[in-house]
């Protein structure tokens, strides 16, 4: 067995009960396949194989994706790739992975943003988990929080110890099972994404300060936007929730007309 790679967050999963919870929760459906994200060593890619669905796993290291290909041979298709940038699956798709911590996030991002993934189970680290169910005014609500109800119903489905990994990492984790819904807002979706970042730019200022100059808006016109939204005035971000954004999203947007 070769050395676990820190550069690659290898902190293999070593806790057979929490691997078959986490497979269990994958639960395809009639037309859906699997995409694993970072195989490993394969802890869950062998239980993942026995849901009898065609399954892609991609792996960066290309030592352990070769050791994947000559375990699994033709039951697995390995992509040795890095899943920030992959090619994701072209047919529906349910994604689960331990994801590295330093990729989680962004790795986390674009597969809930793929129209083809119809739920992801994805371990991280606790704290992003937290941030993923946080609710208005919860220390852990912010941009990721808003981001995910985007795309996404966030639910825990466990947390870990760091025992239950080798090496143990320094933090706890978290498995989330993250389910698409519909579109729960109405503006157009890169100018909200747009608008709830720079409305967290300093998460302890009020709305109107860090949105004043962002598109050119005057503190004025954020001023009246606000109001137009039937937001308080000295509204901050982290109370808002994502049907407010979408309010005040379209109140600046009719501004612009
Ligand atoms: N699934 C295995 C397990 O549970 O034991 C391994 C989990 S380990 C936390 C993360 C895995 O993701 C490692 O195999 C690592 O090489 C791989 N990895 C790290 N960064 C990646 C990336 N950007 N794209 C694809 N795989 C990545």
Known sequence: MSKPKKKWGQNFLRN????????????????????EIGPGEGALTEKLLDLGRPTVAIE?????????????????????????????????????????????????RRVIADPRCRRAVFMLQKEVAERLVAHPRDEPYGYLTLYAQLFADSRILMTLEPKSFHPAPKVRSAVVVLDPVPPRYTCDRERLIALISASFRMRRKKLVNNLTDWLDLSRDAVHEAIAAAGLPEGVRAEEMSLQEFDALCRAIAHREL
């Open 60 to 108: 960066i290291d290309p030592e352990l994706a070769a050791r994947m290909r000559s375990r699994f041979g033709d039951r697995l298709t390995v992509v040795n790739a890095d899943a920030i940038d992959a090619d994701l699956p072209q047919q529906p798709y349910r994604a689960v992975g331990n994801l590295p911590y330093n990729a989680g996030t962004p790795i986390l």
């Open 16 to 35: 057979r009960g929490a691997a078959e919870r986490i497979v269990a929760a994958v639960e395809p459906r009639d037309g859906e396949i699997v995409l």
